[in-house]
């Protein structure tokens, strides 16, 4: 049986005349729901399971691809989430050299994906043609095995060659006129579908004014000729000048790329990223005015803060954008490996202060008006119910009904009564907890709260390195922790019943708050005021997400692990602390701390360590007990007999014979006075990374070349 399609009340209509159009554009260029009238503002991301390397990484994981949608999709909806960009290598997968449409399994697929999403009230961008090869990255030696028309042509001819052209306009009618098999709707009357973006990040040729017009005619007569009326689209971020060729043709809008902190850097990026992000002027060109605007694909490639994306959401609505759509989202069962992208990762579960940050960004898209500046850095931390702050890594929202913070914060409910929501990662004056997994509390009615919260996450690999299908590079850790929850209808002394709690321990129990406070583990609990609940009386959705619905990936066990987070230098006289994150199955029963000089044989006395917060350790060792001086250290761990020493994974201590490691960790204790060096060109210069100063700029202004100094063997240099 069919699902009813769940669609915001803005853009319900009975025009049966508009039926499949829920949107229109009004004169000035902006898009609205046919309904209410109001500014439609979406925000999601880009999913990319039903082809290219996406389609084969998920093959790697798991047999049932449409299972991994449902999971994921559900995901989309607990976020929050408005918006998905549908981005196939159809061209490749799905097609013959003339453009005709192949019904294989990747169109199934997109099919299945259409059906779900519009389920979840969730809206769609499509883009039918891709044009980069979708060997990258695992088949990029392999011969193809793609007969698709894209094969055949290089992507600076698909503009300009008659042949490839009317393959393309043949595949565009094709794919539109294909009858879902999962709702019996052709994709061109798909009410879920809006907007059309022909092809992605196309070749353009700006010096061929009419040739460029005409072949963006071509396009948008391919889907016209089908009686498609949805708004079309063509991309601007490929070179900026083909805006000229926008203006002259048929096309509906524009769709801008952005990804200010570069992409594909290898490894985790390091720094305050928030000044590339103040504007995006790009986007209001004069050659585009009164075109709407929509964001294709943006990031913040290779880094995990939980600040970028709501300060990119301000600016997109700060130049009117009424789109966007991160790329891409990772799905649950290839996020622990980060397989999808590279340079890309973005998970609920895995990486949940990002998620949460992302989750407030869809808010900033939907609350923040068009048009709006808020000035620049640092005076626009600041903006409307919205903050970001980089020193906490962390951002956040305190409206009237809602209060969500990525990343610790003093910050309380400026309402507490009317509050309605409340998302979170670490700690807030709404919510205390110790757990690294995200939380969400929805309000069923006075007194009745849903609450929802994710495992542990740990990350104990770089994730922005080149991924392995055998390389886990998030854990995620099953931990029982207190949580107080301060909400004025709930009172001090609630009840918490589990409703889906997949426990190790068998089934979990409830319990009573105490100083609204319990104990809580991951799954779907039930929070109330009076210990006799009607469950019959509570709504059986909690928006687009099943009241009972959790998506987690299956658990599995760790071997161990303990990454030391202390710096690499102290300075002397003050004590040296050594911090540590442990990531095993279990907490262990004891933790140590072992430090010796370098180049000493043996070790002294151990420090024990402390949990300090979550699965944090901290070893203190007292000021002046270290002379200056270089040292080296290790941390053990023990859990009932099993002994774990680190780094090297050791199984004995250092005081146990025959204990042997050819790795250690060391910091420096430097003497007062003396300088501590910041930054070692020779070592450092790998971690370096420059942003782009707009997005029409897509070479490097900044490299590496040779300093002037022997001893500082490399420097920085423009051009």
């Not at 914060?409 to 690294?436: C, W």
């Not at 996450?457 to 922005?464: A, E, I, L, T």
């Not at 029982?480 to 609630?494: E, K, N, T």
Request: net charge negative; with cysteine; aromatic share 10%.
């Amino acid at each position: 049986m069919m699902s009813a399609l769940l669609v915001p009340a803005e853009a319900q209509t009975s025009d049966a005349g508009t039926a499949n159009d829920p949107v229109y554009l009004d004169p000035t260029g902006v898009v609205r729901w046919r309904n209410s009238k109001e500014e439609v503002r979406l925000y999601g991301a880009n999913y990319c399971i039903m082809s290219g390397s996406d389609y084969r990484m998920a093959g790697l994981v798991g047999r049932d691809r449409k299972a991994m949608i449902d999971e994921d999709v559900a995901q989309f909806a607990r976020m929050g989430w408005t918006a998905l960009r549908l981005c196939s290598w159809g061209d490749w997968e799905n097609a013959d050299r003339e453009g005709n449409l192949i019904v294989n399994e990747h169109v199934d697929l997109l099919d299945y994906l259409i059906a779900r999403a519009r389920e979840r009230g969730i809206y769609m961008l499509l883009t039918p043609i891709h044009t980069y090869d979708p060997a990258f990255a695992d088949q990029i030696k392999e011969p193809s095995s793609n007969v698709g028309f894209s094969r055949y042509f290089a992507r600076e001819e698909m503009g300009t060659n008659p042949t490839s052209i009317a393959a393309q306009v043949n595949y565009v009618k094709q794919l539109l006129e294909h009858v879902n098999r999962y709702t019996g709707v052709p994709i061109k009357d798909e009410r879920a579908i809006l907007f059309i973006e022909m092809i992605n990040e196309p070749v353009h040729h700006p010096d061929d004014l009419a040739g460029s017009v005409a072949y963006i005619n071509a396009l948008v007569g391919a889907v016209r000729d089908t009686g498609c009326r949805k708004l079309t689209f063509f991309n601007v971020s490929q070179d900026f000048a083909i805006a000229k060729a926008i203006k002259d043709s048929k096309v509906d809008g524009a769709s801008f790329g952005w990804y200010p902190s570069g992409l594909v850097a290898g490894h985790t990026l390091r720094g305050n990223f928030l000044q590339a992000v103040d504007v995006y002027p790009d986007v209001l060109q004069a050659d585009l005015k009164g075109k709407p605007r929509i964001v294709y694909e943006f990031d913040q490639a290779d880094l995990l803060t939980g600040t970028m994306y709501p300060a990119m959401a301000r600016t997109f609505r700060s130049v009117g954008a009424q789109f966007a759509a991160m790329f891409a989202y990772d799905m649950l069962r290839t996020a622990p490996f980060n397989l999808g992208w590279q340079t890309h990762y973005l998970n609920l579960v895995h990486t949940p202060r990002k998620a949460v940050s992302a989750v407030i960004a869809a808010e900033a898209m939907r609350r923040l008006p068009a048009f709006k500046s808020y000035g620049r850095y640092p005076d626009n931390l600041q903006f409307g119910d919205f903050r970001v702050s980089y020193e906490g890594d962390m951002s956040e929202m305190n409206a009237e009904d809602a209060f969500m913070n990525a990343g610790a914060t003093q910050s309380a409910p400026r309402n507490p009564v009317a509050l309605k929501r409340i998302v979170g990662f670490g700690s807030s004056g709404a919510v205390d907890y110790e757990g690294t997994g995200a939380y969400f509390l929805d309000k069923l009615q006075d007194g009745a709260w849903r609450l929802e919260v994710y495992p542990d996450q740990v990350m104990v690999r770089d994730p922005f390195e080149q991924p392995r299908p055998d390389k886990i590079v998030s854990r995620l850790l099953y931990r029982s922790w207190p949580m107080a929850v301060h909400l004025p209808d709930l009172g001090s002394r609630f009840f918490a019943a589990p409703i889906n709690v997949p426990s190790d321990r068998g089934a979990a129990a409830g319990s009573r708050a105490e100083s609204a406070r319990f104990s809580v583990e991951p799954g779907i609990w039930l929070l109330t005021r009076n210990e006799q609940v009607d469950r019959a009386a509570l709504p059986s959705r909690v928006g687009q997400v099943g009241f009972d619905e959790y998506h987690v990936n299956q658990r599995i066990s760790y071997p161990d692990s303990i990454q030391s987070l202390a710096p690499a230098e102290f300075p002397a006289g003050d004590s040296v602390q050594i911090r540590a994150l442990i990531a095993d199955d279990v907490m262990p029963d004891e933790v140590k701390l072992w430090v010796r000089a370098a180049g000493a044989r043996s070790f002294g006395a151990p420090t024990p360590m402390k949990r300090s917060h979550g699965n944090e350790y901290v070893g203190l060792v007292a000021p002046d007990v270290l002379v200056p001086g270089l040292y080296e250290y290790a941390v053990s761990a023990r859990t009932g007999e099993r002994v774990a020493t680190f780094p090297g994974n050791v199984p004995q201590q250092p005081s146990e014979w025959p204990f042997q490691t050819d790795t250690l960790w060391a910091f420096r204790v430097t003497p007062t006075g003396r300088p501590m060096r910041l930054l070692d060109p020779r070592r450092d210069y790998a971690q370096l990374s420059f942003v782009r100063p707009g997005e029409r700029y897509r070479s490097p202004f900044f490299r590496i070349t040779t300093g002037e100094d022997a001893d500082e063997s490399v420097g920085i240099a423009c051009g």
